[in-house]
């Protein structure tokens, strides 16, 4: 599993892929060249292409790479303590659930570190389903990006939420945070968030968990839900459980295994990275791309929310 994790993360890292950095006019790009080519039927063209939320009760339907979501509730841009980020992605939408847990981790935030509130990266489209561009989760609202750089204390404007950068936290040779710009504070961040009942995971690059491993103290629980996982070096990654009630419509994950994840998994995680990176690159043509998802991929309800009016 871990191998295979890795494997679409390093297709993902030598197409260039840094979402959490890229701007308005460079997402625009992106979007413009693949609508240019992608099949009417392709399901990231029709989700991708709907501005507002479906007029349900909310669901959460489906996995979280394969699925869409009703009854969204949108993040509001701008809170007591944070700020959502490239505001002309419209991808602050989430499941009400989740919508909440966000707000309550960056209520904690300021209390904890000190700064004044957090950065809300990507969570989900408004009607889930996959995205034209970035992401193969975040489809059934359950999944949020947080920016691991602090929010600032003037607030930010529309014009720099979609161009100012994000912070690599990860130092050149990726097998250890970068001191310059990790602290105490993206730690307490991470551990609060991992400590919500309803997390059941949290995704940061194998060198940010090398740090966290590090400075995690006595009380190591909550590190077993924090996996590595390639990119993640800008942002972590919040995925919370099914909601109850969801019933057999949403695949929940599998509970995180024991222990604190900081022995041979998080070596063996830095080893492949450290290669993929630094290592050979192999010669011959990059393999063909998968074609992308169809609706008739996705769970039958995602038609009855792709349609709602």
């Given at each position: 599993?871990?191998?295979?994790?890795?494997?679409?993360?390093?297709?993902?890292?030598?197409?260039?892929?840094?979402?959490?950095?890229?701007?308005?006019?460079?997402?625009?790009?992106?979007?413009?060249e693949l609508l240019r080519t992608l099949p009417d039927n392709a399901a990231k063209r029709l989700f991708g292409g709907v501005s507002n939320a479906a007029p349900l009760e909310a669901r959460a339907?489906?996995?979280?790479?394969?699925?869409?979501?009703?009854?969204?509730?949108?993040?509001?841009?701008?809170?007591?303590?944070?700020?959502?980020?490239?505001?002309?992605?419209?991808?602050?939408?989430?499941?009400?659930?989740?919508?909440?847990?966000?707000?309550?981790?960056?209520?904690?935030?300021?209390?904890?570190?000190?700064?004044?509130?957090?950065?809300?990266?990507?969570?989900?489209?408004?009607?889930?389903?996959?995205?034209?561009?970035?992401?193969?989760?975040?489809?059934?609202?359950?999944?949020?990006?947080?920016?691991?750089?602090?929010?600032?204390?003037?607030?930010?404007?529309?014009?720099?939420?979609?161009?100012?950068?994000?912070?690599?936290?990860?130092?050149?040779?990726?097998?250890?945070?970068?001191?310059?710009?990790?602290?105490?504070?993206?730690?307490?961040?991470?551990?609060?968030?991992?400590?919500?009942?309803?997390?059941?995971?949290?995704?940061?690059?194998?060198?940010?968990?090398?740090?966290l491993c590090r400075e995690a103290g006595s009380n190591r629980a909550w590190l077993s839900k924090v996996r590595p996982m390639w990119g993640h070096n800008y942002h972590f990654h919040i995925r919370i459980a099914c909601p109850a009630g969801s019933g057999e419509a949403c695949e929940d994950q599998a509970p995180p295994p024991d222990g604190d994840g900081c022995g041979k998994e998080?070596?063996?995680?830095?080893?492949?990275?450290?290669?993929?990176?630094?290592?050979?690159?192999?010669?011959?043509?990059?393999?063909?791309?998968?074609?992308?998802?169809?609706?008739?991929?996705?769970?039958?309800?995602?038609?009855?929310?792709?349609?709602?009016?």
């Amino acid at each position: 599993m871990i191998l295979r994790s890795l494997i679409i993360a390093i297709t993902l890292f030598s197409c260039g892929v840094s979402h959490a950095q890229e701007t308005q006019s460079e997402e625009a790009a992106k979007r413009a060249e693949l609508l240019r080519t992608l099949p009417d039927n392709a399901a990231k063209r029709l989700f991708g292409g709907v501005s507002n939320a479906a007029p349900l009760e909310a669901r959460a339907i489906g996995s979280y790479a394969k699925g869409c979501l009703a009854g969204a509730s949108a993040l509001p841009v701008d809170g007591e303590s944070w700020q959502v980020m490239r505001l002309s992605r419209n991808r602050n939408w989430g499941h009400p659930q989740l919508i909440r847990t966000l707000e309550t981790l960056a209520r904690q935030v300021p209390k904890l570190t000190g700064w004044p509130g957090i950065l809300v990266g990507d969570i989900s489209q408004p009607r889930g389903g996959p995205m034209l561009t970035g992401h193969a989760s975040h489809q059934i609202g359950l999944d949020a990006d947080v920016w691991l750089t602090p929010k600032p204390e003037q607030p930010l404007s529309k014009a720099q939420r979609e161009t100012m950068p994000a912070t690599n936290m990860v130092n050149a040779s990726w097998m250890d945070v970068d001191r310059a710009h990790w602290t105490p504070g993206q730690t307490a961040m991470i551990r609060a968030a991992a400590q919500l009942p309803n997390v059941a995971r949290i995704f940061v690059n194998p060198a940010i968990k090398v740090g966290l491993c590090r400075e995690a103290g006595s009380n190591r629980a909550w590190l077993s839900k924090v996996r590595p996982m390639w990119g993640h070096n800008y942002h972590f990654h919040i995925r919370i459980a099914c909601p109850a009630g969801s019933g057999e419509a949403c695949e929940d994950q599998a509970p995180p295994p024991d222990g604190d994840g900081c022995g041979k998994e998080l070596s063996d995680w830095l080893a492949l990275q450290h290669k993929a990176l630094f290592g050979p690159k192999k010669d011959g043509p990059p393999s063909r791309p998968k074609p992308p998802m169809t609706l008739d991929a996705l769970p039958d309800a995602c038609r009855e929310v792709l349609v709602a009016r």
